[in-house]
């Protein structure tokens, strides 16, 4: 079957979007139910229905590009990814997994391919946990892990519930009819950026992910004493940042000794209150991020972490509430499909490398749907989450090719 990847109009595409951002160029940023979301959503639809392709989107938003096989009742073939970016970011992470997917179909309609199984494209909702903390919504939702119940209760940083923003918006439908079966899909694969930079190191185009590192969410609010910088004297205080701050680095520590060299741990927001030069800080606000590839080292530093706040809020004399928000399984891609991307690779004259993700993808919770695996392409000295994020157009073109490869093969069972 001869391939032809329109590299130049999937770049071309993946720039306009790119433009539909709450901020200027080079820029990107899009959260989830901003009015750049929406405007991001209809250009996918726009797009998706260009090509001949039916679209549907359910009640918390996951947009779902379906390309009709010859079998309708045979188990479909799911591919995808995400288009909202956090504050700051790049035109790539997310994006190539869903217009990578688009141009991957739009060429196996053009080779003449009639699929036994039907392709869907999924555009998962809020990949990044930017509007409420918590990453990975639609995926969630889809697997069961997030229940309606608990995801009307998510509040972003003004206090507005998931509930109330999907009201303002529009999206009125039921939330528990967004869970898929466990037989709704025969596989998933997801095309995404490395977000690291082992394949530009060894000079590789495509990595095969083997293994998906388990993430973690931990909230930790501290409330201490407030008072004048001036008036209040040093051994009278109780500092709710200085406790953080010993926090934070327990945090750093926990990691260090974990054992593990998988094991990477941020302390990535710290707020205080007041917030004045001239006022002891009364109240701090942290949130923090786990991941190993294997839970119990990742738990056992968890663990850790919670057994030195205890401690360092008892010497300093802080109250604290600490909320395990989330703490998700590592994922072992499916070996059927990692040998099918493999195949592929083969297929095209691709070279490739076996690896893991140290990021977490809505591919960590498709794998409790249905059997999973990724395809990696190199990013430029490993940069995501910032405007300077950069794939080139042959190294996406050739992550294209092999997806493509792929759904055909899988798509023929």
Not at 151 to 167: F, N, P, V
Request: charged residues 25%; negative net charge; contains cysteine.
């Amino acid at each position: 079957m001869h391939l032809e990847i329109d590299e130049q109009r999937l770049q071309n595409q993946i720039d306009e979007l790119s433009l539909i951002s709450e901020q200027a160029p080079p820029v990107v940023t899009r959260v989830l139910f901003s009015e750049a979301d929406q405007r991001g959503r209809a250009f996918v639809k726009k797009l998706a229905e260009e090509s001949g392709l039916r679209v549907r989107q359910d009640a918390i938003g996951n947009i779902f590009v379906r390309w009709a096989g010859r079998d309708a009742g045979a188990q479909p073939i799911a591919t995808g990814s995400h288009i909202d970016a956090i504050p700051n970011a790049g035109k790539f992470d997310g994006v190539v997994g869903v217009l990578g997917a688009l141009e991957a179909v739009r060429a196996l309609q053009k080779a003449g391919l009639k699929p036994k199984r039907s392709v869907e494209i999924i555009i998962f909702t809020a990949e990044e946990p930017t509007r409420f903390g918590f990453g990975c919504i639609g995926s969630r939702m889809l697997a069961g892990t997030l229940t309606p119940e608990k995801a009307i209760l998510l509040k972003d940083s003004d206090g507005t519930t998931l509930e109330e923003w999907r009201r303002k918006v529009g999206w009125s439908d039921d939330l528990a009819m967004v869970r898929l079966p466990k037989d709704g899909y025969a596989a998933f694969i997801e095309l995404h950026i490395e977000q690291g930079p082992l394949l530009e190191r060894e000079g590789l185009p495509i990595g095969v992910v083997e293994k998906i590192a388990a993430p973690s969410v931990t909230r930790l609010d501290l409330t201490g004493v407030g008072g004048h910088a001036g008036a209040m004297l040093m051994p009278d205080r109780h500092d709710a940042l200085l406790a953080g701050a010993e926090i934070a680095l327990a945090v750093e520590q926990a990691a260090l000794t974990s054992g593990s060299p998988d094991t990477v741990a941020t302390t990535g927001i710290f707020r205080i209150e007041p917030g004045a030069v001239n006022s002891v800080p009364c109240l701090a606000h942290l949130e923090i991020d786990l991941r190993d590839t294997q839970s119990s080292t990742r738990d056992a530093a968890l663990r850790r972490i919670e057994q030195a706040t205890g401690d360092i809020c008892r010497r300093r004399g802080i109250q604290f509430n600490l909320q395990r928000m989330a703490a998700d399984p590592p994922v072992v891609c499916d070996p059927k499909l990692v040998s099918a991307i493999a195949d592929a690779c083969s297929a095209v004259g691709l070279p490739f490398k076996r690896m893991i993700s140290r990021a977490y993808h809505d591919s960590s919770f498709m794998s409790q749907v249905c059997p999973t695996a990724m395809i990696f392409i190199p990013c430029r000295g490993g940069v995501s989450h910032r405007p300077d994020e950069y794939s080139s157009p042959q190294q996406i073109k050739a992550g294209v090719a092999v997806l493509a490869r792929t759904l055909a093969a899988l798509t023929s069972e």
